[in-house]
């Protein structure tokens, strides 16, 4: 089956859309079939790979109500073994609509079965709150990668997003676990940004990468050409430290298999 990842931090702005959006193309460039969703109703993944009309669109939401199934909205994009389910304008009345329905925090789940094992990785771009739209995406979910950004609050709202995790592995969602914490936006400059990392490192240990990734103006600018950084400039140090992110995880992938 596909591996189900949801890219999620209720905080805005720690890098989500961007290491869901570069880790996905890196992956996608050594051959696995990768898809993603974008589940934010501000739809910055969508407008990062380049779609520019997106009030007409299909896509996470037409799925998310059943109106659509999955792979009729599973784009392919420029980049060979990348797809794009698209956010869609509806998305944003998506939390206030669903909350009376039965059922609500599986529809998700339940949409992506069909899908199978097309792809090798499903990533979920998650919005910034722990509301039904990312509760959904834990409930589909394998695993969970939180990308924390290098900042002096970056491990407030960590305990509640991880005991928020746990709960849903007790009481919704057995198969989910926690794939790993990802730093983001570092500043070799910051002597605050050391500090926090190593902090993080220290409290976390293991679960957090080796690889963290640099804050670059390269990767801050690509989205605004429609491109991910790892294609835009592949050479700039914040393409290859999701390059070398994406072979971290795939070399854990292979520990844990073996
Ligand atoms: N490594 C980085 N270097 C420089 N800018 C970054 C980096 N990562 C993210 N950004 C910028 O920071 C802002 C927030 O990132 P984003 O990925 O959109 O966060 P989120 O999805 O969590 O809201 C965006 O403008 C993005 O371009
Ligand atoms: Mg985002």
């Known amino acids: ?18 290491t869901t959006v570069n880790l ?3 992956l996608s460039t050594v051959g696995k079939k ?5 589940f934010d109703p501000q739809g910055n993944a969508t407008t990062g ?18 109106e659509v199934k999955a792979d009729q909205v599973s ?16 998305l944003s009345g998506a939390e206030i609509e669903l909350v009376g329905l039965k059922g609500r925090e599986r529809l998700l789940r339940v949409a992506l079965q069909p899908l199978g094992s097309f792809f090798d990785y499903i990533f979920i771009d998650c919005p910034p709150s722990l509301g039904l739209l990312t509760l959904n995406a834990l409930v589909a ?16 709202g960590l305990s509640q997003l991880l ?56 990767v801050a600018e690509a989205p605004s050409f429609g491109k991910p950084a790892v294609i835009y400039d592949m050479k ?17 992938e292979k520990e844990l298999a073996a």
Not at 1 to 18: E, H, P, Y
């Open 49 to 66: 790979l380049g779609v520019t009309d997106k009030k007409n669109i299909k896509g996470s939401y037409e799925v998310l109500t059943g």
């Open 163 to 218: 005991d928020t995790v746990s709960k849903v592995k007790k009481n919704l969602n057995p198969g989910l676990d926690l794939q790993g914490i990802v730093l983001t936006m570092f500043d070799s400059r910051s002597s605050l940004s050391s500090q926090v990392a190593n902090d993080v490192r220290l409290h976390l240990k293991d679960i957090v990468y080796k690889t963290h990734i640099p804050r670059n103006v390269r």
């Open 141 to 156: 979910a394998d695993q969970v990668l939180v990308p924390l950004q290098c900042e002096f609050y970056a491990l407030e």
């Open 24 to 26: 996905a193309t890196a």
């Open 75 to 90: 784009y392919e994009t420029e980049i060979p073994n990348l797809f794009l389910m698209p956010s869609s304008p509806h």
């Open 34 to 38: 990768i898809l993603i969703i974008d």
């Open 1 to 18: 089956m596909s591996k189900i990842v949801a890219v999620v931090n209720q905080k805005g702005g720690v890098g989500k859309t961007t």
């Open 236 to 252: 700039c140090l914040g393409s290859l430290a999701y390059i070398q992110l994406a072979k971290e995880i795939l070399s854990q």
